[in-house]
Nanobody
């Protein structure tokens, strides 16, 4: 089955850190740009970060710039999202997906995973 599998979501305190993993299954993620998205209850899904396939260029939403870092380990067929200084507005289900080009808009993306829940609470 061709998809991503996200993991790493859990409960963390405000100001804490978390690393999410996005493991590709059935295809080589290094051939694609990979994006991280999130959806909070009652809100639309939004792009958080993405990384290109060609040169590893990275892109971030303004709301996470300076706090989140996306990276990829092609040997493990996995993309990561390091989240630092987590804020009360960061809780959501986080998803990853693949696209032919890097963008924070979700329309071009495919191979969506089931998501992983991030909760920020003291």
């Amino acid at each position: 089955q061709v998809q991503f599998v996200e993991s790493g979501g859990t409960l963390v305190q405000p100001g804490g850190s978390l690393r999410l993993s996005c493991a590709a299954s059935g295809f080589r993620s290094e051939d694609y740009a990979v994006g991280w998205f999130r959806q909070a209850p009652g809100k639309e899904r939004e792009g958080v970060s993405c990384i290109s396939a060609s040169d590893g260029s990275t892109y971030y939403a303004d709301s996470v710039k300076g706090r989140f870092t996306i990276s990829r380990d092609n040997a493990k067929n996995t993309v990561y999202l390091q989240m630092n200084s987590l804020k009360p507005e960061d809780p959501a289900v986080y998803y990853c997906a693949a696209s032919l080009y890097p963008t924070l808009g979700e329309k071009p993306y495919d191979y969506w995973g089931q998501g992983t829940q991030v909760t920020v609470s003291s």
